[in-house]
């Protein structure tokens, strides 16, 4: 059985950092995307950055490039979000999430891609 458990959220002031951790079980890596979304009061999840692990790749959406970094601790079994200059506009509940690595078309930001998912994170920065 697939598990992913968010945590790391809190509340901090604009321009300050937060790292989310996802711990995960009931898969491997090696044939999964991790995904880390947010969903902010009145908005729909948006896609906010990935790791897959099989190609050594991570992508991330334009409005956190540069600011937020996804990395990996696959002997933990865990997926980290190191968020640096938060915004206000950053504020949300962030999920993480798993996508099998199917053949074929992906968007990898997209959450309707994504099969499993584990329970939010809320991070709420001042200003």
């Known amino acids: 059985e697939v598990q992913l458990q968010a945590s790391g959220g809190g509340l901090v002031q604009a321009g300050g950092s937060l790292r989310l951790s996802c711990s995960a079980s009931?898969?491997?890596?090696?044939?999964?995307?991790l995904g880390w979304f947010r969903q902010a009061p009145g908005k729909e999840r948006e896609g906010v950055s990935c790791?897959?692990?099989?190609?050594?790749?991570?992508l991330y959406a334009d409005s956190v490039k540069g600011r937020f970094t996804i990395s990996a601790d696959y002997a933990k079994n865990t997926v980290y979000l190191q968020m640096n200059s938060l915004k206000p506009e950053d504020t949300a509940v962030y999920y993480c999430?798993?996508?099998?690595?199917?053949?074929?078309?992906?968007?990898?930001?997209?959450?309707?891609?994504?099969?499993?998912w584990g329970q939010g994170t809320l991070v709420t920065v001042s200003s």
């Open positions: 009931g898969f491997t890596f090696d044939d999964y995307t």
């Open positions: 790791i897959i692990k099989s190609e050594g790749k991570t």
């Open positions: 999430a798993a996508r099998y690595n199917k053949p074929g078309p992906r968007r990898l930001l997209s959450r309707t891609e994504y099969e499993y």
